[in-house]
């Protein structure tokens, strides 16, 4: 049982450490790069192609500033790795209690 | 334990509904496309959100332990789709996280949870749209989970091991959404001169290219979960029949 849970843990930590990997090295090759959004990009190619397209509907909000987005964002991430963290905390406890009876 | 499933899940919608995903990358902006396809693609996608919202409901009915699990996945979702992640183009992008509960739930049940994510975030938070609500839900809870439960169930097949299975399905669902949705713009703008081929072309040199290792990091992340759930929530997957019990 301990055995197993280390193996999980080791095997996770390599995948976690894969994906920070991945993350930092376009910003470690791209020194000057903005790493702006993409779907932006993607609009620039809409004009590029079609230069007499208007956008014909605007968004109903939009969050006021760059710092209001952030808290946004925050906060969610926050929110939703708390359902996640309290989904294994639970499924956890309740293999041990197995375990055990 | 009953009365527990219900709170959470009224505290993950809560969730929904104040904190919307942001996401800066990927979907087809708001008014961005054209009306006569906005409409075409809310048609096509229409049918997969009944027999989505039928397919959940038959889950819970038949296993009500399921629900935290449908949580888990829906936050999964909820979490990948936030991180807007630098990417080898020198723009961002961000994961779907609709693979790992395609290959939990099947897929169509993943278009209802992919759709409301989509809906939150057009509305609070000016990503994506109300108008292209339709063409950024079959890139990206259609097309996505389709892809990766095929692909999935098709390497079970083959009695690949688990780990690749989830891995490469929610890598390729990851990745085609995003070629779906340069396809979806380039039937909408085709170049002038080499029409939808061209356009697409240039459209995928955006989204697809700068999705690769972004798509690599979701397939990543989906097994890291799913070693999570193989260790400690076994039974539920019995019950979803995504393991076999060992005789």
Known sequence: ?101 | MKKNSILLSAYFLLILLVFPQSAYAMHIAEGFLPVKWAGLWVIVTAPFLVVGLRSIRGSIKEKPDLKMLLGLVGAFAFILSALKIPSLTGSCSHPTGVGLGAVLFGPAAMSVLGCIVLIFQALFLAHGGITTLGANTFSMAVVGPFVAYGVYKALQKMSAPHWLSVFLAAALGDLLTYVTTSLQLALAFPDAVGGVAASFVKFAGVFAITQIPLAISEGLLTVLVFNLLVSYSRQELYDLSVLKKEV
């Open chain 1, 1 to 101: 049982m301990d055995e197993s849970v280390k193996n999980l843990a080791q095997k996770n930590l390599v995948l976690a450490l894969l994906v920070v990997i991945l993350a930092v090295a376009p910003m470690v090759m791209h020194r000057s790069a903005e790493f702006g959004g993409a779907d932006g990009e993607a609009e620039k190619v809409i004009t590029e192609v079609s230069p007499d397209y208007a956008s014909w509907f605007g968004s109903f909000w939009e969050p006021p500033s760059g710092e209001i987005e952030t808290l946004l964002f925050a906060l969610q991430a926050a929110l939703g790795s708390g359902f996640i963290g309290y989904y294994f905390g639970f499924a956890r406890g309740r293999k041990k209690q197995q375990e055990k009876a």
